[in-house]
């Protein structure tokens, strides 16, 4: 009976080690999207871009949750002089959310 609750303990902990290491890469995948969307509405360039938003996953390193990349994009946004609220980011954070996770399960199928 011990090697059955064995089993189940070790597979739980690999759903979860499989689920969290979704979570990290779509939430990568999805501040790769925000930031290659910011980047064209500020106008820049492919080389600009890459650089953009790869300092976009970098800022979301810093500490858990979002808040972090919310600050640095604001800050961006606040110097380029866009006309993009908090709100508007916060709503395009939760609509790449979901993009993000489609496209890594995508990748993982494959």
């Known amino acids: 009976m011990a090697d059955v609750f064995n089993e189940r ?3 739980e902990e690999r759903k979860y080690k499989m689920d969290q290491d979704l979570l990290f890469k779509a939430e990568a995948r999805r501040n790769k999207l ?5 980047a064209g509405e ?15 996953i970098v800022a979301d390193l810093e500490e858990p ?7 640095k994009i604001m800050s961006d946004i606040a110097e380029h002089g866009a006309a993009i609220s908090e709100d508007q980011i916060r709503d395009k954070i939760e ?3 979901s993009v993000a996770i489609a496209q890594v399960r995508a990748e993982q199928k494959e």
């Open 42 to 56: 500020f106008g820049m360039g492919p080389a600009e871009t890459e650089e953009y938003y790869k300092s976009v």
């Open 9 to 11: 303990e070790k597979g």
């Open 34 to 38: 925000l930031g290659q969307w910011l």
């Open 65 to 71: 949750g979002i808040d972090d990349v919310i600050r």
């Open 95 to 97: 609509e790449l959310d």
